[in-house]
Nanobody, 119 residues
Framework: QVQLVESGGGLVQAGGSLRLSCAASGSFFSINAMRWYRQAPGNQRDLVAIITSGGGTNYADSVKGRFTISRDNAKNTVYLQMNSLKPEDTAVYYC?????????????WGQGTQVTVSS
């Protein structure tokens, strides 16, 4: 099993910055791709950013140039640095990781952290 603990959400004014963290713990052989999703009220959960085990990254068009995803493999932690925040970035942010256990590879979700950007 894998447990994910998110932190770093909060309330910020437009133009401000926040840094989200998601730490994985438990019994697993490796953490593969790590992703951040977000879900605003009444909307579906959308992919924000992904980082592969090799460090390759990709972003949703809406956050390119403002958000940066990174990972610390020694700490099994993924980060999302969010700059130049806009009110439309307001959502619950979820991390998602693919972990290889003894019996296969599975996806796990964090509990979510609220990000609110005021205008």
């Amino acid at each position: 099993q894998v447990q994910l603990v998110e932190s770093g959400g909060g309330l910020v004014q437009a133009g401000g910055s926040l840094r989200l963290s998601c730490a994985a713990s438990g019994s697993f052989f490796s953490i593969n791709a790590m992703r951040w999703y977000r879900q605003a009220p009444g909307n579906q959960r959308d992919l924000v950013a992904i980082i592969t085990s090799g460090g390759g990254t990709n972003y949703a068009d809406s956050v390119k140039g403002r958000f940066t995803i990174s990972r610390d493999n020694a700490k099994n932690t993924v980060y999302l640095q969010m700059n130049s925040l806009k009110p439309e970035d307001t959502a619950v942010y979820y991390c998602n990781v693919l972990a290889t256990l003894g019996v296969g590879t599975y996806a796990y979700w964090g509990q979510g952290t609220q990000v609110t950007v005021s205008s």
